[in-house]
């Protein structure tokens, strides 16, 4: 199965996700890896533009991520299974709770969750701690730069 994710090149490879480690994110508290993911390139663009200040931000790469395909390391997670406001924009740490409970359980190597920007899109949040981490394969597909139109709003 492959994934997609956009990246600032000096962190486009880094298997330990110290960035997220270190700041934790929608799905993860500081101090958690996670390594998140979109299904879609188109989606992992969005998902990378929504934190994204300027067009000449520092260079970014197209990231390919290429799973093992066992259905069995993943976990569907539903919308209705997630917590209430872990789609608000300003949520109060109910996804975060809910993911770093999934991390730390090392049970499933993924999981996969609706987008917050797109509901009918899916993520994927990936667990560097779980036993098959090692089979999944990432590669810079190629540099990225965003369109400077999508900065003129």
């Not at 101090?31 to 931000?57: I, N, R, S």
């Not at 970014?60 to 976990?75: Q, Y």
């Not at 789609?87 to 359980?105: I, P, R, V």
């Amino acid at each position: 199965m492959r994934a997609w994710r956009i990246a600032i090149e000096k962190a486009g490879l880094d298997r330990k996700c110290k960035g997220a480690r270190d700041n934790g994110g929608h799905w993860h508290s500081a101090g958690q890896p996670g390594l998140y993911a979109a299904m879609t390139v188109e989606l992992a663009v969005l998902e990378k533009f929504v934190h994204t200040e300027e067009v000449d931000e520092a260079p970014l790469v197209l990231v390919a991520i290429d799973l093992p395909d066992d259905p069995g390391l993943g976990l569907d997670v539903k919308e209705e299974d997630l917590p209430e406001g872990w789609d608000a924009l300003e949520d109060g740490g109910s996804a975060a709770a809910f993911g770093t409970a999934f991390l730390k359980k090392r049970d499933y190597l993924y999981m996969r969750v609706p987008s917050v920007i797109v509901g009918e899109g899916v993520n994927l949040v990936i667990n560097p701690a779980h036993h098959a981490y090692d089979q999944v394969k990432s590669s810079i597909a190629r540099s990225f730069r965003f369109d400077p139109r999508m900065f003129k709003r």
